[in-house]
């Protein structure tokens, strides 16, 4: 089964609210990184936030990362339609050596005018 | 500027007939790997490499073959290819600290 588990699997809001989704890991980890995908297109790397962190802002976004429920959450705030594409959290090796960056489902989002 | 080339962006072929996907990378990464994605089921690994000559499976590795005989390079390659592998094929690279990936552009690959 997959590390990380995004949920909601598919968001649906309007333009200007707030976007959140989160993701669910089972092991430790060093770091939790969110990538986006537009449609068809090749994931880009938005936001990293290492296991001695709590929170971590990059713009309109907001990564917590809570490792005791081994559980991270993205906000994306006064959401626009350009934040329509797919959102995917990934948990590197924990162990340097070890083979694999594990990535959730996704989650679906999106923003309509 | 740095990045991650894959060739052909897209490709139609028939069952049978060999076919490989080309990688690249520019940023001196150890890791490689390569994913195809299919609705529903996400991203899947493939094969993955940790540095020059080593290779290993991924989860779904069954019907392709890799090799990393130089770091910037990760060919992933269809000795028969079946309809099955009709995909959206994404390579990635990243360092072995902080395993940020970069990935390609995506292949689209029909198989009839």
């Known amino acids: 089964s997959q590390q990380g588990e995004e949920d909601p699997q598919a968001l649906s809001i309007q333009e200007g609210e707030n976007a959140t989704m989160n993701c669910s890991y089972k092991t430790s980890i060093n770091n939790l990184q969110w990538y986006r995908q537009n449609s068809g297109r090749g994931l880009v790397h938005l936001i990293l936030?290492?296991?001695?962190?709590r929170e971590k802002h990059s713009g309109r976004l907001r990564v917590t990362l809570d490792t005791s429920k081994k559980s991270s959450s993205l906000l994306i705030t006064a959401s626009r339609a350009a934040d329509t594409a797919s959102y995917f959290c990934?948990?590197?090796?924990?162990?340097?050596?070890?083979?694999?960056?594990?990535f959730g489902q996704g989650t679906r989002l999106t923003i309509n005018p | 500027e740095a990045q991650v080339t894959q060739n052909p962006r897209y490709l139609i072929t028939v069952t049978g007939k060999k076919l490989t996907v080309t990688c690249s990378q520019n940023m001196n990464h150890e890791y490689m790997s390569w994913y195809r994605q299919d609705p529903g089921l996400g991203l899947r690994q493939i094969y993955y490499?940790?540095?020059?000559?080593?290779?290993d499976k991924g989860d779904v590795p069954e019907g392709y073959k890799v090799s990393r005989k130089e770091k910037r390079n990760f060919p992933l390659i269809l000795e028969s290819p079946s309809p099955n592998q009709t995909s959206l094929y994404f390579c990635a690279s990243s360092d072995r600290v902080v395993w940020e990936q970069y990935f390609g552009p995506g292949t689209r690959l029909t198989v009839t």
């Open positions: 990934a948990t590197p090796p924990f162990i340097q050596g070890a083979q694999k960056l594990v």
């Open positions: 490499s940790m540095n020059v000559e080593v290779t």
């Open positions: 936030i290492r296991s001695n962190e």
